[in-house]
DNA sequence: CTTCCGTGGTTCATTATTATCACCGGCGGT
DNA sequence: ACCGCCGGTGATAATAATGAACCACGGAAG
């Protein structure tokens, strides 16, 4: 964090669906930059057209040059394409919001959503750059991804976002062995109150979690028959969309899942 | 350009839909940066999840934190679901490529596509960053952009793509007087070989261009009767476009496509 | 097998860039 | 008129970027 384009680059995570336009001071205050230097960051940035700042008011918002890089992106690599359909299906047979979310550098980008019909549901605030230690997905994500971005994640600063988070470097050691030997994660409000999270991993043609899949329901709903028509779901859309992509999914991911599919097929119900 | 962020920003241009996939040296030769500085930096955009780096042949591709942006932007200020189904109408009436192009900081950024059905089309290299003075969707931008964007443009460097580019800043300036006075932009080649294209613009809720829609076909197949076509459906389209951004038309450029569509009513055929 | 050239990646002293702070003009509420 | 906050600016002190040299590797050619 200590380059200038790494700080010139939070800027633009400062950016969601929630607060889509920032204002100067604004940004310099969540950054904890110095106005000056967000302004002339922030001027480079609509030179490349990362940015743009419109109307009176002067708020910056994202520019038409991130929709370029999404294109071509997309174009040689698609998979929002791809992740789409599986969402689909997912809040389809669920009945609860499905999102997909790749590993975007050291952090998680939720990058496809599909919510539920139901009158109350998960109705989650996508855009943002997510933690990895406090969501499923995150967890998922984690759990087979490159050991070295594991250990960077479990030895940076893990804040607490909600009073359920688990922030003790141990435990979430432990977790992740735990995810990695069942093939899902879950996260009991850890992200945010009221919110279940079960997710499954996603992988890269070189057997490296790529992202994961997941399903939000509102915590108090959960039961252990949904959790179970969740868990399943995922699993199975999860192999395809790793197919679809040109991943390949490593043996250990694929006994974890065969277990926990099998102990679900004893229980009775 | 000689902030270090810029350079750093300089490194996303070299990726586009021809080239998706970069190495490190190449990188650092066609930005003209060291090896070493390319090397630091796109570690840091790494991190930030704008580039990944994936494969055994290491070479870096745009990354997932684009598509987050990329979404970011479109969820709150949807444009390409608004382009799209006018490039689809433009390309079906006139049988010819169509595309879209907003101004994205100093260049423009191409950001839909329509391609004919026709066995013959123009087939572009969308994804690119474009300058304005060598194609029609630049000029139609320029020519309605804020001032201070077109005097910048036309005092930096003009460098010649084809043999037709027209680079004397005087005579640009001319062309530009000629597309506010008739609404539309012409060029003859000037930004690839045998391609002839014809743009108007689009505007931002303050009555400046926001960028442009395009119809480009083979430059030997150009008839005035298709150019006709072109320009009077481009002219319509454009007009439903600025409406659905929330745009507004500039008297200027109202009465310049009234002018210009009133003299095809007079002509013959 | 050796040589050569091209990769991607790293190091570190030099140097140029960048952050900082106080300041300015403008706007809106009190 | 005042106050606070906004976006924006400029000179100086402090920091971060630079780039040549270097390493290890791999493939092609001699």
């Known amino acids: 964090m200590s380059t200038t384009v790494a700080k010139a680059l939070t ?6 669906e929630d607060t889509p336009e920032v204002g100067l001071s604004d940004l310099a205050r969540r950054t904890g930059l110095d106005k000056a230097t ?3 960051m922030m001027s480079v ?10 109307g009176a ?39 609860e919001t499905a999102h997909a979310s790749l590993i975007s550098g050291r952090a998680l980008a939720t990058i496809d959503v599909c919510e ?24 998922a994500a984690l759990a087979f991804a490159y050991p070295e971005l ?4 479990l030895s940076s600063s893990l804040s607490a976002k909600t009073a359920h988070t688990v922030t003790d470097v141990k435990l979430l050691r432990q977790r992740l062995e735990e995810v990695a030997a069942s093939g899902f994660a879950e996260s009991d409000q850890g992200n945010e109150e009221d919110v279940y999270g079960i997710a499954v991993p996603v992988f890269y ?10 399903v939000a329901t509102p915590a108090h709903r959960m039961t252990p028959d ?33 277990r926990s599919l099998a102990s679900f097929a004893k229980m009775p119900g």
Chains 1, 2 share one sequence.
């Open 150 to 153: 594991r250990e960077r994640t």
């Open 116 to 139: 539920s019909n139901r009158s109350s549901r998960v109705s989650l605030v996508a855009g943002e750059v997510l933690p990895f230690h406090t969501t499923a997905s995150g967890m």
């Open 11 to 16: 800027l633009l995570d400062q950016f969601s």
């Open 57 to 95: 008011a002067r708020l910056y918002r994202l520019g038409p040059g991130v929709l370029r890089l999404a294109r071509v992106r997309e174009k040689s690599f698609p998979v929002t394409a791809i992740f789409q359909p599986a969402l689909d299906s997912l809040a389809s047979k669920t009945g």
């Open 38 to 40: 967000v302004h002339r």
């Open 205 to 214: 043609a070189d057997g490296f979690a790529s992202g994961s899949i997941a």
């Open 226 to 258: 949904l959790r179970q028509t969740i868990i399943c779901a995922l699993i199975r859309e999860a192999e395809k969309v790793t197919f679809n992509v040109g991943g390949t999914v490593p043996a250990s991911y694929r006994n974890a899942a065969a």
């Open 45 to 54: 940035l609509a030179d490349a057209g990362l940015v743009e700042q419109r």
